[in-house]
């Protein structure tokens, strides 16, 4: 691979007020960076597109600082090192960034993570062997701690984390409900992935759905969206039942905060619900890829990519992700 004259980069022009619309960003050139001792060229391959990204195109406090104004947004990418100024990396090798939304970019050698993409591709170190997967393997394990026989409800259950989520619980031994938009995700999510059932949030009646999809109520809610989804599961929760709060994607573009509804709930069945990020794992993330890489390897989990080509589109597939467009993980393959 050779080095080019100019690094494509997508920047982040304007703070969004409520949806994120492609005139927050702006697409320039720049000069190609050279690395210095103990940093590392690199040309990004893949990058991640995730619901989080939402959070930090906005200043409002959070549990990280803010993408900064008219720098690349923040991102995982996986790409290839074109130049190592460190012995721990090589030219040729595959790694795990931070660069962000950009087609090369120069880090530290101590920001990289090498990857093995020779059982798998390496797109998958940012999906189901990357920051998703061990969201669903320490979310679902640690605080949802589901047992054999017990019905865990799952929201954006085609999605990068849900899919994930569900099919751990089915091999737990738990009745896996999804929860998607459309048809074709519920299809998928039961004749693909496994779950015993998924009901379409865009069917009108979610709450009568959702009922007779989890006759023995809830015992887990893994939850992805928030707002009234959550407001309807809390409805269905049993006693001492356990809610993962790890993400309110409903809530990212909304300019008010919901109304919930049944916190009431929470009171009478005694439910234990936490908010996880998945940092607080950061010791434990091996753990976490080889458990994942295990299941993948003995195809006990499916996992589905949803890829846009070319860093330009890149704005246009976040907008559509936070609107649900996506299906499966979002990836925009750089060229
Ligand atoms: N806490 C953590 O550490 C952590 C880490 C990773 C991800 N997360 C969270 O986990 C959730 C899923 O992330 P992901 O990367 O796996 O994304 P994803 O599920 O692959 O994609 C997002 C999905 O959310 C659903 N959605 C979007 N807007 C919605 C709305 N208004 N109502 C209902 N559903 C909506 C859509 O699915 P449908 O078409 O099926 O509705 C969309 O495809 C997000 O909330 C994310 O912020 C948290």
């Given at each position: 691979m050779?080095?080019?004259?100019?690094?494509?980069?997508?920047?982040?022009a304007?703070?969004?007020?409520?949806?994120?619309?492609?005139?927050n960003f702006?697409?320039v050139?720049t000069?190609?960076?050279?690395?210095?001792d103990?940093?590392?060229?690199?040309?990004?391959?893949?990058?991640?597109?995730?619901?989080y990204m939402?959070?930090?195109?906005?200043?409002?406090?959070?549990?990280?600082?803010?993408a900064?104004?008219?720098?690349p947004?923040?991102?995982?990418?996986?790409?290839?090192?074109l130049?190592?100024?460190d012995?721990?990396?090589?030219?040729?090798?595959?790694?795990?960034?931070?660069?962000?939304w950009?087609?090369?970019?120069?880090?530290?050698?101590?920001?990289?993570t090498?990857?093995?993409?020779?059982?798998?591709?390496?797109?998958?170190?940012?999906?189901?062997?990357?920051?998703?997967g061990?969201?669903?393997?320490?979310?679902?394990?640690e605080?949802?701690?589901?047992?054999?026989g017990?019905?865990?409800?799952v929201?954006?259950?085609?999605?990068?984390?849900?899919s994930?989520?569900?099919?751990?619980?089915?091999?737990?031994?738990?009745?896996a409900?999804g929860?998607?938009?459309?048809?074709?995700?519920?299809?998928?999510?039961?004749?693909?992935?496994?779950?015993d059932?998924?009901?379409?949030?865009r069917?009108?009646?979610?709450?009568?759905?959702?009922?007779?999809?989890?006759?023995?109520?809830?015992?887990?809610?893994?939850?992805?969206?928030?707002g009234?989804?959550?407001?309807?599961?809390?409805?269905?929760?049993n006693?001492?039942?356990?809610i993962?709060?790890?993400?309110?994607?409903?809530?990212?573009?909304?300019?008010?905060?919901?109304?919930y509804?049944?916190?009431r709930?929470?009171?009478?069945?005694?439910?234990?619900?936490?908010?996880?990020?998945?940092?607080?794992?950061?010791d434990?993330?091996?753990?976490?890829i080889?458990?994942?890489?295990?299941?993948?390897?003995?195809?006990?989990?499916?996992?589905r990519?949803?890829?846009?080509?070319?860093?330009?589109?890149?704005?246009r597939?976040?907008?559509?992700?936070?609107?649900?467009?996506?299906?499966?993980k979002?990836?925009?393959?750089?060229?």
């Open positions: 050779t080095k080019t004259a100019m690094n494509r980069q997508v920047l982040l304007s703070r969004p007020q409520g949806a994120v619309t492609e005139q702006r697409i050139d000069p190609m960076p050279t690395p210095a103990g940093e590392v060229l690199v040309k990004n391959e893949w990058l991640s597109l995730d619901p939402r959070g930090r195109m906005s200043d409002a406090k959070s549990y990280v600082p803010p900064k104004l008219d720098e947004m923040t991102g995982q990418t996986v790409g290839e090192v130049e190592s100024r012995a721990r990396f090589a030219q040729g090798d595959k790694v795990l960034t931070p660069l962000g950009q087609s090369h970019g120069v880090a530290r050698a101590s920001d990289l090498k990857v093995d993409a020779r059982r798998v591709p390496a797109s998958y170190y940012l999906g189901i062997l990357g920051m998703p061990m969201t669903a393997w320490f979310g679902l394990n605080i949802g701690q589901p047992r054999a017990e019905t865990v409800l929201s954006a259950a085609s999605g990068a984390v849900g994930v989520v569900g099919q751990l619980a089915k091999l737990k031994g738990c009745r409900v929860i998607a938009g459309g048809k074709a995700k519920c299809d998928y999510v039961t004749g693909q992935l496994g779950f059932a998924c009901v379409d949030h069917g009108g009646k979610l709450h009568d759905d959702l009922r007779a999809a989890c006759p023995n109520g809830v015992d887990v809610d893994f939850e992805n969206v928030g009234a989804v959550l407001d309807i599961a809390l409805a269905l929760m006693r001492h039942s356990r993962v709060v790890c993400g309110l994607i409903a809530e990212y573009n909304a300019t008010e905060p919901y109304g509804k049944r916190m709930s929470v009171l009478v069945n005694r439910i234990r619900m936490q908010g996880m990020i998945v940092f607080d794992w950061k434990r993330y091996g753990e976490a080889a458990g994942l890489s295990e299941l993948v390897a003995q195809g006990k989990l499916k996992y990519e949803s890829i846009v080509d070319g860093l330009d589109n890149a704005p597939a976040l907008i559509g992700l936070l609107k649900g467009e996506n299906f499966g979002q990836l925009v393959r750089i060229a």
